[in-house]
């Protein structure tokens, strides 16, 4: 029978960076407030966690990259809020911030978790940070410690 691994949402002893957004920051807090809190209920310690300001999203690559070349973190979550405005620069940007994100994770073997939101309009990015659809702060937490311990499952044999 396969060996099966199913990481806990136990987030002990794991170290994590959160990079945010300054662009749109009154909704990008409110992400990286729950995910903190749900990283800190999932057992990390407060000062397991670090949280680095860029720009915008389309910075947030860049910034993640730096915390995963310092091998101190277990696992990246990346938050910004993106809205659409007349053009579609936000679609550019978002695309972006998603392949630049990927990347960082494929080359440098650190999890690094993808919360972008990208919204047609400001009802859906309240919706979507905090309000009546959930907070994607806090899902891309729960995610993060999920990657984090799978990778150290994996790693340790």
Same mark, same amino acid.
Do not use: C, K, Y
């Given at each position: &029978?396969?060996?099966?691994?199913?990481?806990? +949402?136990? /987030?002990?002893? $794991?170290?994590?960076?959160?990079?945010?957004?300054?662009?749109? %920051?009154? +909704?990008?807090?409110?992400?990286?407030? /729950?995910?903190?809190?749900? $990283? %800190?209920?999932?057992?990390?310690?407060?000062?397991?966690? @670090?949280?680095?300001?860029?720009?915008?999203?389309? =910075?947030?690559? $860049?910034?993640?990259?730096? *915390?995963?070349?310092?091998?101190?973190?277990? /696992?990246?979550?990346?938050?910004?809020? $993106?809205?659409?405005?007349?053009? @579609?620069?936000?679609?550019?940007?978002? =695309? *972006?911030?998603?392949?630049?994100?990927?990347?960082?994770?494929?080359?440098?073997?650190?999890?690094?978790?993808?919360?972008?939101?990208?919204?047609? !309009?400001?009802?859906?990015?309240?919706?979507?940070?905090?309000?009546?659809?959930?907070?994607?702060?806090?899902?891309?937490?729960? *995610? *993060?410690?999920? &990657?984090?311990?799978?990778?150290? !499952?994996?790693?340790?044999?």
């Amino acid at each position: &029978m396969a060996r099966e691994h199913s990481p806990a +949402l136990d /987030a002990t002893g $794991l170290r994590f960076a959160v990079v945010a957004s300054r662009f749109n %920051e009154a +909704l990008v807090r409110r992400m990286a407030d /729950a995910a903190i809190q749900v $990283l %800190e209920s999932r057992g990390a310690a407060p000062d397991a966690i @670090e949280r680095f300001w860029v720009p915008g999203s389309f =910075e947030l690559p $860049l910034g993640a990259r730096w *915390a995963a070349d310092t091998r101190r973190f277990d /696992a990246i979550l990346a938050l910004g809020v $993106l809205i659409r405005g007349e053009t @579609e620069h936000f679609r550019l940007v978002a =695309e *972006a911030a998603s392949h630049g994100l990927q990347r960082v994770a494929l080359d440098t073997g650190v999890p690094v978790l993808n919360g972008v939101l990208a919204t047609l !309009d400001a009802a859906q990015a309240e919706a979507r940070s905090g309000g009546r659809l959930g907070n994607r702060g806090a899902e891309v937490a729960l *995610a *993060a410690v999920q &990657m984090a311990r799978l990778s150290r !499952d994996v790693r340790s044999g």
